[in-house]
Antibody, heavy 118, light 106 residues
Framework: EVQLVQSGAEVKKPGESLKISCKGS????????IGWVRQMPGKGLEWLGI????????RYSPSFQGRVTISADKSISTAYLQWSSLKASDTAMYYC???????????WGQGTMVTVSS | EIVMTQSPATLSVSPGERATLSCRAS??????FAWYQQKPGQPPRLLIF???TRATGVPVRFSGSGSGTEFSLTITGLQSEDFATYYC?????????FGQGTRVEI
């Protein structure tokens, strides 16, 4: 069974850096795009960006370009989402998801809750 | 950026009834469209892709239709486990975008 397993919840202070991870199984990281989705407390889904681990081709939403960095290490089947300087407004659940062959997100990670508070 | 607009924001229905959710894209997206279901405390789950194809394991009471800019999700014979929030998404253009969600409640 193909799975995406995300790193655990994080509590950080404003201005701190953070890198969360999403580890896949099978051929996921050589054949598929891996995307990141934000869900702020009580709100809807927001598409942050996506990476093709095979060649590191990356696309960002204009709303998040420059605020986050998406990367991947295909040798260990892991994608990353990182911030260099967190803000309180980054507090949210972050999901990684596999973009299937038809373009939709067919497999999702369990989510990583990021809390930024002084 | 393509804007996805869902309606209504909240839909109140009774078990056994039929629910119809709508989603409109701000520009033509063909059939590059998906529906997701999300329950509290869980990640989203893919229900429908390519506008009308049910994902693996999705019950037949869920059906999707539409193309171009207008799409709908119909749930016939609502069951208790169907009360959730539903999101639409376009994957025709970068960036991919989601609708704001429709909450289906009793």
């Amino acid at each position: 069974e193909v799975q995406l397993v995300q790193s655990g919840a994080e509590v950080k202070k404003p201005g701190e850096s953070l890198k969360i991870s999403c580890k896949g199984s099978g051929d996921t990281f050589t054949t598929y795009w891996i995307g990141w989705v934000r869900q702020m407390p009580g709100k809807g889904l927001e598409w942050l960006g996506i990476i093709y681990p095979g060649d590191s081709d990356t696309r960002y939403s204009p709303s998040f370009q420059g605020r986050v960095t998406i990367s991947a290490d295909k040798s260990i089947s892991t994608a990353y989402l990182q911030w260099s300087s967190l803000k309180a407004s980054d507090t949210a659940m972050y999901y990684c998801a596999r973009q299937g062959m038809r373009g939709s997100f067919d497999i999702w990670g369990q989510g990583t809750m990021v809390t930024v508070s002084s | 950026e393509i804007v996805m607009t869902q309606s209504p924001a909240t839909l109140s229905v009774s078990p056994g009834e039929r629910a119809t959710l709508s989603c409109r894209a701000s520009q033509y997206i063909g059939f590059n469209f998906a529906w997701y279901q999300q329950k509290p405390g869980q990640p989203p789950r893919l229900l429908i892709f390519a506008a009308s194809t049910r994902a693996t394991g999705v019950p037949v009471r869920f059906s999707g239709s539409g193309s171009g800019t207008e799409f709908s999700l119909t749930i016939t014979g609502l069951q208790s486990e169907d009360f959730a929030t539903y999101y639409c998404q376009q994957y025709d253009n970068w960036p991919r975008t989601f609708g704001q969600g429709t909450r289906v409640e009793i």
